[in-house]
């Protein structure tokens, strides 16, 4: 009997395994993994533009490097302020001045701001912003001359100017037959004849000017009569270069440059640097 019951317990037990053989025990299901939480949005709108200006910084005040070594200036500040309004990320670098166009073209930067003027063959070659200063033409003479009305009171007097230059070509066509034209080498040579009383007045651009009479050697004169914006023969004035291709960009810049003008911005700016407009 006990015999019988162990051989019907192996029984048992052989087809238990069996069965088990045949009907594997279901894997339990894993749960899903949750997906990740995705990162909080920032409370900063992100660039439109992420842009490289460049400039020469060998032009003050219009261009230069800070103590720090960093450009500034008042082309600095105007694009600075653009930067901001057409939320821009803007970084500034300093290059040569054969550099800037060439590496403009290359993609290297994005803007070029080193008072380009403009010209039939930067249009050619750039998308010119709008202008965002003019230096118009301006007389300088010694304290106390009369000169500071019409232009016939500079009839028969000696002008001096620097040669093959916009502002020879304007004397040219203005005072060829009513006044004795010095042409010099340069704008300083002009400017040492008139300290020695060998002329009575110089030609030129009037921030160039300006910034001699600043000085102790231009004390003795300052800049007189009404200024001269004669767009045929001075030129338009000064744009900022962009690639041809980035209208957008432009498009962005010359509604930034046209909101400073309009709220009073640009003439603040203006302000900083120089007695007089040159919008």
């Known amino acids: 009997m006990r015999l019988a019951a162990a051989v019907l317990m192996l029984l048992s037990l052989a087809a238990g395994a069996s069965a088990q053989q045949q009907h594997p025990a279901k894997p339990v299901p894993r749960a899903a993994p949750q997906p990740a939480k995705p990162p909080p949005k920032s409370p900063f709108t992100p660039p439109a533009f992420k842009v490289t200006v460049a400039t020469e910084g060998n032009y003050p005040p219009f261009n230069y490097l800070d103590r720090k ?18 939320n821009a990320e803007c970084t500034f670098v300093a290059v040569k001045w054969d550099e800037l166009v060439p590496g403009l073209v290359d993609k290297k ?11 039939n063959e930067r249009r050619r070659r750039l998308g010119m912003s709008r202008r965002y200063y003019l230096s118009p033409g301006a007389f300088i003479a010694a304290k106390g ?95 900022a270069g962009i690639r041809r291709e980035d209208i957008k960009l432009r ?29």
């Open 69 to 86: 070594g960093l450009p500034a200036g008042f082309e600095m500040d105007i694009a600075q302020e653009a930067c901001q309004r057409m």
């Open 109 to 119: 930067f994005d803007i070029v701001m080193a008072s380009l003027e403009v010209n």
């Open 145 to 239: 001359q009369p000169f500071d009305g019409p232009s016939t009171l500079l009839r028969n007097k000696k002008i001096g100017v620097q040669k093959d230059t916009t502002h020879a070509d304007w004397l040219d066509k203005s005072f060829r037959r009513s006044a004795q034209i010095k042409r010099f080498p340069t704008v300083a040579d002009a400017l040492a004849a008139l300290t020695k009383d060998e002329i009575d007045a110089v030609f030129g651009d009037k921030v160039q000017l300006w910034l001699w009479a600043q000085k102790p050697e231009g004390n003795c004169c300052e800049v007189m009569g009404q200024d001269v914006k004669d767009t045929q023969t001075l030129g338009v004035g000064v744009s």
């Open 251 to 279: 498009d962005a810049f010359n509604k930034a440059l046209g909101e400073m003008i309009g709220d009073g911005t640009y003439k603040k700016l203006n302000a900083k640097y120089f007695p007089f407009s040159l919008n």
